[in-house]
């Protein structure tokens, strides 16, 4: 894996770090950021956190608070980046919503991103073997924000024999209906909708494996994206309908930000550190 | 003052705002951000925090993780940026140390900054007189980080009638006799060190107004600025000579960055609170 430490900070009496490593399924190097609140050989349990659009291993270790959440417990939290970096693809760098800052976690198929638009696999391969490895941690979960709540839901659901427990906030519920979806959908797996269904939590929902821990989800009620994109109440009926456990936490007046998250945090690692 | 709220984001059952004003002081327009855990109304304690060079009022309300601490209670934070903003003046914004991002909150007198870098005027006149207009608040402490500590030990010690407690994180407490400092002073007002010593917390120990609390400091032992920077020793041996109270816990391992910070800010802001 090639494991570079590139900085750490000393954070409530662990580690914030900042590491980069060669990702056999982008094929690029990739950065992810962790608090590690003990020494690796205590660690027992590792979150991932998925962020959302524009973000990179950064936004979420700086900003949301989630390490005095877990200081002194034997959970790390591992937070990826949201993309293959330093690549020139067709495309790429033009908008925030499709390629750089904006992988949606999938394993594309398009010709330019196929190669190394491979993210899915980079979480559910490379990450996390690379955390057995490295920290001989054999219990994960998964949550994540927007994009990385699609993230998090659609990687939880279809490999719940590695995740188990799901949260998100303010998540990208129903892709293949929302335009933030379709065209991160049909950029990275072309126009065939059939093939976009396993990327979709709410198609997952009555699919495949079933996850049947609890999900958790928080969602501001003043979140610009709520109507047009994230489509919470999709999620919401499928789950109610198919009879699955979903506590959804609305909460008043609260928006898409990383105030929001650093909010509502403390209950999250909580649900996660069970 | 043509107060304008810019954006404002729900946090913790409060609000974090970020607005702009015209200022007298440095005749331009000034930017801050505050927490404000309940009703304007229903305030009645404001803590200043000075941020430190490259900073603006974005840092700390976003990385420091204060909004939990002082949820619930009457006690909003106040965050101005670290100079005017919109301005070229000769060498403003050629270094990280000095003009644009760097004002050292002192009064410049040399010719081209005379006019705009009155950045202690605007903290002490300016905003402690729309902090006392606009939330009806008649209470302040101050703290701040690096140059924003010291910032906050100066301003704090100059003007006790104001401000009831000090604190700092990792401050430059003795500018006068550090690289920083040096070139920020010479370049604000000239090479006449005689009037250097009233932007020097360790000069100011032993001089004017005394301020009779306990200064609370945190710095920590892996901070790359400690030996040649911050010279914390220099303040506490001031302090001990004239026997003025000061708490200086050094903290091992830590760093200069905000992930210091967030793992003590709890402390402080109690300090503040109290």
Redesign the interface.
Known sequence: MNLVLKKQ?????GY?KYYEHDSLSTMTKMNFSTFEPKEKEEIVHCIFWLSGLTCTEDNFI??A?A??FLAGTNTMILCPDTSPRGLNLPGEHESYDFGSGASFYVNATTPGYEKNYQMYDYIVRDLVELVRSEYKVNSFSIMGHSMGGHGALVIGLRESHIFKKISAFSPIVNPMKCPWGQKALRGYLGSDQELWKKYDATELLGDGEIHTQKILIDQ?L?DEFLENELLTNNFINKAKKLNRPVEVNF?E???H????I??FIENHIKFHAE
Chains 1, 2 share one sequence.
């Open positions: 900070s000393k954070s409530f009496d914030t700086t900003k608070g390490q005095k501001g003043a909460r007046g609260y928006d930000s990383y105030f929001f650093s909010s």
